[in-house]
């Protein structure tokens, strides 16, 4: 179309669509919580993730809580009761009710949103927590470009939460968390 000699010629492989995104718990257990005290889960969760998705990828959370109002939560159905998610230092907030998630890279380069979930930022302690949402996504965490070969991302998500005195006892306090993992292709 332009009169000009043709250039050399080119050859390109293409590879299968790779998404990997695996977690290693379904679940995590806080035990008896406290009102004197901040409580960890465990099992910490640790969240793996691979593509080769030039563009990369986001990881986001959302959490089910009470299914109405903007913060996730500890819900007991039988209480008809929410330790609502918040987001800051628990320790500071000893006798009252909250609850929260911190995640830390642990293997590879993806870039974890700090802003919510890194407790080693300034004015922060290791009982810090990012609010954990309802009514729409966070990202936790994510990757401009492909994950090297036999180098996947894993970030360990870790969940803390307090009660007050007067928080009703019951044994079925849950929060259903919905992880996902979107490649930009």
Known sequence: ???SEP??????????LI??????????????????????S??????????NAVGGYTVNIQGTGSGSGTASGLYSASKTKLIAS??????????????????SVTNGTPTLNTSDWDPTQGGRNATWVGQIVRNATKIVYSSSGPTVVGTDHQVTTSYLANISTTTVASNDYRD?????MSAVW
């Open 1 to 3: 179309a332009t009169n």
């Open 7 to 16: 250039g050399p010629s080119l050859c390109a492989t293409t590879y299968g």
């Open 19 to 40: 998404l990997t995104f695996t977690r290693s718990a379904a679940q995590t257990n806080f035990g008896v919580l406290s009102s004197t005290a901040v409580t960890t």
């Open 42 to 51: 465990t099992p910490n969760i640790v969240l793996t993730s691979a593509t």
């Open 86 to 103: 918040t987001s800051g230092n628990l320790d500071a907030s000893i006798g009252t009710e909250g609850y929260g998630m911190q995640a």
């Open 176 to 180: 259903i968390l919905t992880f996902t």
